[in-house]
């Protein structure tokens, strides 16, 4: 096994922010709960963590796909499409490697499909929220760190500021997934976690 597969070859600051700023704008659009997140010193993101409640597959690869999208390095995930069914060609402490073992889930056969799919969801929605996203990452850099306290009000704040208090963000995520993967969803409902329509708050 090579340690540095799935592992970014930028690791300054900026790209660190980058990264862990978008697993956090990520947990925010995935319904997870409100957690901290820092930066060493040397500009080393340390692990989000993940709500308690169980979650979809769909919402764990989003998940942790998240980092790795935000910050647009080609040569990761283009390392990682081309050895998706191998999770032990990667760094047990990437994100390319908890990718690769949630995507052996999938049907063989449509595998990288799905995952370049996800990822193109995953741009689609940091373009859309990249206001949310600019604010997280300079928050890091500025701190090196965003606290429980300072999440929670994030959520709330970005609730406001995105209208979405009474839109179900399962909507927004699998409306973007559908985008790409030319999936057929009903127009006349919200979506929720489970696919399933779902009564407007």
């Known amino acids: 096994m090579n340690y540095l597969h799935g592992l970014s070859p ?17 947990s925010w659009l995935l319904d997870r709960q409100p957690h901290a997140c820092s930066l060493d010193d040397d500009g080393t993101g340390q692990p989000s963590i993940r ?15 998240a980092g790795m999208v935000a910050e647009g390095n ?8 081309d050895n998706l069914g191998n999770p032990d060609y990667f760094s047990r402490q990437s994100d390319a490697f908890a990718t690769a073992v949630i995507a052996a889930m999938l049907d063989e056969r449509e595998r990288r499909d799905i995952v370049i799919g996800f990822i193109l969801a995953g741009a689609e929605l940091f373009q859309e929220y990249g206001e949310t996203l600019r ?12 606290v429980l306290e300072t999440s929670s009000r994030l959520w709330q704040e970005w609730n406001q500021f995105h209208h979405l208090e009474n839109r179900p963000k399962s909507d927004v995520v699998y409306r973007a997934l559908a ?13 929720g976690w489970d696919l ?5 708050r």
Request: contains cysteine.
């Open 10 to 26: 930028d690791d300054s600051p900026d790209a660190r922010a980058t990264h862990e700023a978008g697993h956090l704008v990520m």
């Open 74 to 81: 080609r040569e990761v995930l283009g390392d990682l499409l």
């Open 51 to 65: 709500g308690a409640k169980e979650e979809t597959l769909h919402q764990r690869l989003l998940a942790s796909l």
């Open 196 to 200: 399933q329509p779902i009564r407007p």
């Open 135 to 146: 604010q997280a990452k300079e928050l890091l850099l500025r701190d090196h760190e965003i």
């Open 179 to 191: 985008r790409q993967l030319d999936w057929k969803l009903p127009e006349q409902c919200f979506i």
